[in-house]
């Protein structure tokens, strides 16, 4: 099958290149990029006033399948994914049950391939049930697939086990993705420890609860020589820390999430659960802190932390309601709207935090925009206009803090392999 994506600007962060140029995909593959091909397509997508990008990869994905899919599954949030942009996700291990053997790694990855819809990497736990005991069997799920390691959700408390599972992970050639919360400190707190929550009457989570366990992470990973990389990073020093520890030259990336860089704990209105994620939404400094981090390259890429749960769930009020919000759907907006047209990234380096860093650190031969590379890819409108509205979610969540806010940039169509798996 020919596929021609024709009119659009080619995007691709492989070697910097911005160009206008169709793309001609053929099995799968990218055929040829260049001036107007002339070839008879079976498919058109037109892409003028568009960009043609990598398709976006998204290292922070909660699908909630097995186990809890009334609030997700494969399915619908690999539906989700591909209206988003995103062509390959990584699934957490925070499932139930938890994805600590092979054959849950497995269920996972068929139910993927049996959607058909974008590529579904399924994450492995680094202990047996999340308890933070004894490791799981990390070699059984390396030879089932996993691209990573994470006890995401949780963190594993006891450094010597945690030591275990790096020094596994180099052997395995494969990174540790890294929830940083230290337990005992956070205690019962559902946000950000500053005045304007105090006033609230909520118990509060501080920058330690973070910072403390970055600056662990980060000494093992000095120490085993682990690909280390820190999911969610929401202080200042959480920055701080990374840029010295890669000035040391330790193996260590990190990701921000939109609500990070975009919401401050004073944009919380109330007793609403849909403001309430984890690690919480912190203060202007702290915002500030992650887009000047973004901008300088310090932290490497932008994930979503999607976090699906029902209404009911979310609707008893914030210190009741599970932690998270969705952000699959809306993600590639919010950066053309709060980074990119804020002048922080250009839509290069949006390219390498959604596509290209991810893949180069997930070790995929994925995230660029380069003949004979697999034709994964994402036709993105930037200066459309829209309103965000849940009701028009394809992810089972509609648990979002940013329902009503205005945007620019609507992603137009998604290819995965070479065929269009969402076309708005």
Avoid at 7 to 34: C, F, H, R, S
Avoid at 37 to 45: E, G, I, L, Y
Avoid at 120 to 125: D, I, S
Avoid at 350 to 365: Q, T, V
Wanted: proline share 4%; charged share 25%; glycine share 8%.
């Amino acid at each position: 099958m020919l596929l021609l994506i024709e009119n659009g600007t080619v995007i691709n962060p492989g070697d910097g290149t911005e160009l206008k140029a169709d793309v001609l995909v053929e099995d799968g593959k990218i055929k040829k990029i260049g001036p107007k091909q002339k070839m008879k397509a079976d498919r058109v997508v037109d892409a003028a006033g568009c960009y043609v990008m990598p398709g976006f990869i998204d290292m922070h994905v909660h699908l909630r399948d097995p186990g809890q899919e009334h609030k997700e599954t494969v399915e619908t949030g690999s539906q989700a994914a591909a209206r988003g942009g995103f062509t390959t996700i990584v699934a957490m291990p925070n499932t139930k049950p938890v994805v600590d053997n092979a054959d849950v790694v497995n269920y996972v990855h068929n139910k993927a391939k049996d959607v058909r819809r974008v590529h579904v990497l399924q994450t492995g736990a680094v202990t047996r049930g999340q308890r933070g005991e004894e490791l799981a069997d990390i070699e059984a799920m390396v030879e089932a697939g996993i691209p990573a390691i994470s006890e995401d959700g949780k963190t594993v408390m006891n450094a010597q086990l945690y030591r275990e599972a790096m020094t596994l992970a180099v052997k395995y050639d494969i990174p540790v993705l890294s929830h940083c919360e230290d337990v005992n400190m956070a205690g019962a707190g559902v946000v950000n420890a500053d005045k304007a929550m105090k006033k609230m009457k909520f118990a509060g989570i501080s920058n330690a609860v973070e910072d403390v366990i970055i600056a662990r992470d980060i000494m093992l990973a000095k120490d085993t020589g682990a690909a280390l990389h820190l999911c969610h990073c929401s202080t200042k020093d959480s920055v701080r820390l990374v840029e010295l520890a890669k000035q040391e030259g330790i193996r260590v990336t990190a990701e921000a999430c939109p609500h990070h860089f975009t919401l401050t704990s004073e944009d919380i209105p109330g007793d609403d659960a849909n403001y309430k994620m984890n690690p919480p939404l912190r203060t202007k400094e702290d915002v500030q802190a992650l887009k000047e981090g973004l901008k300088a390259g310090i932290i490497d890429v932008i994930a979503t932390d999607h976090a699906p749960h029902t209404a009911i769930e979310k609707g008893v009020g914030i210190k009741r309601a599970p932690f998270g919000i969705v952000g699959l759907e809306t993600a590639a907006a919010l950066v053309m709207t709060e980074l990119v047209n804020q002048g922080y990234l250009t839509v290069m380096q949006m390219a390498e935090k959604m596509s290209y860093n991810p893949a180069k650190i997930l070790g995929l031969d994925k995230g660029v925009v380069e003949e004979g590379k697999p034709a994964d890819l994402v036709v993105f409108d930037p200066k459309k206009q829209y309103v965000i509205d849940p009701s028009e979610f394809y992810s089972k969540g509609k648990n979002t803090p940013f329902a009503g806010r205005k945007v620019k940039g609507v992603v137009m169509a998604t290819i995965v392999d070479g065929k269009v798996v969402y076309e708005k």
